[in-house]
């Protein structure tokens, strides 16, 4: 497989893989930009919604994309087209398990098709995961296909730029202090607000800040990690959120609400010093995100890399004046693009080292998220 059409196949008709307004990442979109695909299949029990997303598509200037698309309800007409790639972008509550019916990656790379699979990778607890995680590596080293998990900021580049400063430091990370603000306040999608549907928003959202803390630096030690969280139902009110839109918490008590600030701190097992914060607090639909990194001599910090044009600061002992500051500046870096084009060479190339987050990796860092969810 080189250079031929790829014949894909994607696994739900929602937002991650078909878009929605104002979210800017969603995977057919940039899939179809890159070219060279034929999509065979969506899978998704809400027909309505996937005809929907099928018709729009046929509309669109990439309708030749579709010109061979089918709908199924189930998975098993997926498998019997037996794609040459799938993307799947459905809730992690329904994937992510060895329980019937759930082992969507499972199934797909018995039959040898390779996998891009969302992260979080499940809502189990990671004692639980586990055996899932080991069946489904063995069945892709059986099969020889390529899995990718949607860690996009390991192909983002600035942190690939921080990454090779650190290297070229050669010391130790001394620190990382990474910072996620949410912006609730258009918020649509109640399940996000579930802990038993979502994981909650280390799980599920901050996990990419813990997972890009980790391929910077490296594993962290848990037994040195603590968490504190801000709740709806702290007596100081503080917790309370006036602006939730579409009723999203009414169906949910507040012993169940999701945190609305988490903040962990660790330590690495061979460097120094972790911290995360999340909170929900920002108006609108803009989060803000920032990630500094200091070692003896140097520090970085990566400026709000969610947006088309993000800066990496860097501070140097080895600059002319180690008081000013360099920026280098990325501007329009699509990582969910690269991450994108990046599976598709694997998939021809049948090359899973060219993927920077595979499916064992991607568990370590759903591991670290529920180290931090649990010890509150």
Known sequence: MTSEVLRLGFIGAGAINFGRHPLPWDHASRLETIGGIDVVCIVDPDTAQAERVLKARKESAHSACYKNCKLFKELSGLISLKPDAVFIGIPPAYRGSLASGKDIELQCVRAGINV???????????????????AVEKACKEN????????????????????????????????????YYFAYTSSLNKFWWNHDLSGGPIVEQATHFCDISRFLVGDIDTSTLHTITL?????????????????????????????????SHWKFENAGLGTLMHSI??????????????????KLSMIEPYEKT??????SIDSKDPNCDQDFTFADDDTYL?????????????????????YRDAAKTYAMTWAIRRKQ
């Open 231 to 263: 709740d709806d139902s702290d007596p100081s009110g503080a917790g309370h959120l006036a602006y939730n839109s579409n009723e999203a918490e009414v169906d949910i008590l507040p012993k169940d609400r999701i945190p609305r600030v988490t903040m």
């Open 338 to 358: 690269t991450e994108l084009r990046t599976f598709l060479q694997a998939v021809r190339k049948r090359d899973q080292s060219l993927i920077k987050s595979s």
């Open 144 to 179: 020889g296909v390529v899995l990718s998990v949607g860690y996009m900021f390991r192909y983002h580049a600035g942190f690939m730029k921080m990454r090779e400063l650190i290297q070229q430091h050669g010391g130790k990370v001394m620190a990382v202090n990474a910072r």
């Open 116 to 134: 891009f699979v969302e992260k979080p990778l499940s809502v189990a607890p990671p004692e639980e995961f586990e055996p899932y995680v080991e």
């Open 281 to 298: 607090a920002l108006p609108g639909t803009r989060y803000e995100a920032n990630v500094d990194v200091q070692l003896d001599g140097l």
């Open 310 to 315: 993000c800066v990496l600061r860097m501070r």
